[in-house]
């Protein structure tokens, strides 16, 4: 029976979640597995992979071949490495010790750069806010600035018009004591 190491997908549609599985290269994608090695999500950012390295190697030891993707999830995870250096020490290349310390530095090396990188994702992520919030605030600025012109004019129409009425009522006023005047003089 082919054996194959793959992904199973889950999650719903936009939002995909993947298992880690060794299935019969002839069952449906999602269908029967053999043995569930660990879990993919390309959801978050880095991507979040749980994986048993020991299983995976178990089945790679055992014949079983991975698709590209999984291959290069096993080669990010340390699998492909540790299956290499097993087949080092069944060689006699290595001695076992030799092999875990190799695996050991290989997996601090990669610790240091994955922390690395979501160091730089979370400092570029807060200058984004940072220019977001600046260029916010230069909009605010720039909104109450055009707008002050504009309430300044308003003051000065309603300014002008209170004038003229001011001015319309003295002169009905006017005219009307002239009216009132005239008709004194009848």
């Not at 719903?12 to 090695?37: C, M, N, S």
């Not at 994986?51 to 055992?62: I, P």
């Not at 504009?150 to 005219?175: C, F, I, K, R």
């Amino acid at each position: 029976m082919p054996v194959k190491i793959r992904l199973q997908r889950h999650g719903k549609k936009g939002k995909p979640f993947y298992w880690i599985v060794a299935a019969d290269a002839r069952a449906k994608r999602d269908g029967r597995y053999l043995e569930k090695i660990g879990t993919y999500n390309p959801n978050t950012n880095p991507a979040t992979i749980d994986l048993d390295v020991d299983g995976a190697v178990k089945w790679l030891q055992n014949g079983a071949q991975p698709t590209d993707t999984a291959k290069g999830i096993l080669s990010y995870k340390g699998a492909l490495l540790k299956n290499h250096l097993a087949g080092g020490v069944r060689k006699g290349a290595l001695t076992e010790e030799q092999a875990e310390e190799k695996f050991k530095a290989w997996l601090e090396e990669k610790e240091n750069k994955v922390s690395t990188k979501e160091e730089k994702l979370a400092k570029a992520q807060a200058e984004a806010k940072a220019k977001a919030l600046e260029a916010e605030k230069a909009v605010n600025e720039a909104r109450i600035a055009a707008a002050t012109p504009e309430v300044e004019e308003a003051v000065e129409a309603t300014e002008e018009v209170e004038a003229l009425e001011t001015a319309a009522e003295e002169g009905a006023a006017a005219a009307d004591t002239e009216v009132a005047e005239e008709k004194k003089a009848e």
